[in-house]
C-alpha cells in the first residue's frame, strides 16, 4: 500500500513556480495512486479543495500592529499555525509530509511537529531561503553569499530585506530560530531542484547525505498543451523573454542590447519593473505583451526562434527554460546558478551572465543557428516528464 502525503505550500494557486510544483506534485501523486492532502494559507485566490478547512489563517505583515504581531508569530512558529497543523495531522494521519516554500506564511515548525509524530519530512527548495534570509543571495543587483560564508546577522548589517532594518531584523531571528542543526534534525531530505542549490545548500553546512537533486517537471493540462505542440511549425522571426520584470531577472540588460540589434524580441510577463522598461524601451521591435495565460505562453514560445533567461541572480530551476525546451524552442541563457544545467549542446546557448557583449554575441548565433526544433522537444519531453521525477522521488519517499 503507498504511503499517504501531505503536502504543505504557502498558497494553493498558481502564484509562482514553486506553487505550481506543488499543484502538480498533488495531481501527479493522485495519479499514482496515493492518497494526498493538501496543507496551505487561506487566501481568496486559492484553489478549491476539500482540505481548504483546515488551512492556516491568512496572515499580513501591513495594515495594523495586530496584524504584524500575529505574522511575526507565524514567522517564528508561534500561536495559530500550531493548532491548526495539528488538526490536519490528526485527522488525515500522513505517512510523509512534503514541504515546499513555508516560510513566513507557514513556518519551519510544521516539520518539527510532523518528525515529532515519526513522519518522514521531505522538503522541495525553489529558493535559497534555508541559507540566506533574504531568499535570493542577491546584494545591491549582485549575487551575494555573504550569508552563507560569513554570518547570517549580515542580512540585517546590509538591510537586505527591500532595505528595512526592521524587515531584515525579523530574517535575522528566523534564520536564528530556524537554524541548519534544527533545519536537519527535523527534515529527512531536502530536494534540490539544481545541483547548484545542492552545492549551495553544502557551502551553508547542510549534510550532504540528505540533498537530493530532483529537476522540477511540467505536469497536468500544460504538459499535454506543450506535447501537442508541432515543434516544425513556422517560426516567426522573433525571440522571446518570459517571466517576471525585476532587476533580478536582468531584463534591463537584455532590452539594452536588443534596442541595439536589428532583431525583434517578445516580452510576456509583468513585474515591478513593466511600466519603466515598456516606457524606455517599447518599440517596433520590442513589444511587451504583459502577463499570458498557459495557452498565451505556449503560443509565443512555439513560434519563436529561441527564447532568452538573462537572469543575474542565482536561478535555481526556472520553469521558463523547462517549458522553452519542452516546445522545442531552444534557450540563450545566462552562465549563473542553475541554469547551465538545463542547456545542453544542441538545445541552446550561454552567455556571461551580465556581460552585455557576450549575451550580444550569443543572440546573433542563436538567430544564425538551425536548431533541431523536434529533437529539442522530444529530448525534453522526457527529460521533463512526470515519469521522470516520480521514479527519482519515489525513491526518497
Known sequence: MKPKVLIVTKFYYPRGG???????????????????????????????????PYFADNVCFWNSNK????????????GDIRSSFAKIMDDFNPDIVHLHNIHSYISP???????????????????????????????????????????????????????????????????LRWRRPVLEKNVDAFVCPSRFMKEKMIQGGFEKSK??????????????????????VSRDDYCCYVGRLSHEKGVDLLLSVMAKLPYKIKIAGSGPEFDRLKEIYASDRIEFLGKLDADGVLNLLKKSRFSIVPSICYENNPLSAIESFCTGTP????????????????????????????????????FSNKWDYRKIQ???????????YYGLLEKVY
Open 18 to 52: 514553486a506553487c505550481v510544483c506543488a499543484i502538480d506534485l498533488e495531481r501527479l501523486l493522485r495519479l499514482r495512486g496515493y492518497d494526498v492532502a493538501v496543507f496551505a494559507m487561506n487566501y481568496p485566490e486559492n484553489l478549491q479543495s476539500r482540505w481548504s
Open 67 to 78: 496584524n504584524r504581531v500575529k505574522a511575526v508569530k507565524r514567522v517564528l512558529g508561534f
Open 109 to 175: 515548525e510544521v516539520a518539527v511537529m510532523a518528525h515529532k509524530r515519526g513522519k518522514k519530512v521531505v522538503w522541495t527548495l525553489h529558493d535559497y531561503k534555508l541559507v540566506c534570509p533574504a531568499y535570493s543571495c542577491l546584494y545591491n543587483g549582485k549575487p551575494c553569499d555573504d550569508c552563507i560564508i560569513k554570518s547570517k546577522f549580515s542580512v540585517v548589517r546590509k538591510k537586505c530585506m527591500k532595505g528595512s532594518f526592521s524587515g531584515s531584523f525579523l530574517g535575522w531571528l528566523e534564520a
Open 211 to 232: 540533498l537530493h537533486v530532483i529537476c522540477n517537471f511540467i505536469g497536468g493540462n500544460k504538459f499535454e498543451l506543450l506535447r501537442s505542440s508541432d515543434p516544425m
Open 331 to 366: 534557450v540563450v541563457g545566462a552562465n549563473i546558478g542553475g541554469i547551465p544545467e538545463l542547456i545542453d549542446e544542441g538545445t541552446g546557448l550561454i552567455f556571461e551572465s551580465g556581460n552585455s557583449s557576450s549575451l550580444e554575441k550569443a543572440i546573433h548565433e542563436a
Open 378 to 388: 522530444e529530448d525534453s519531453l522526457v527529460r521533463f516528464s512526470a515519469e521522470n
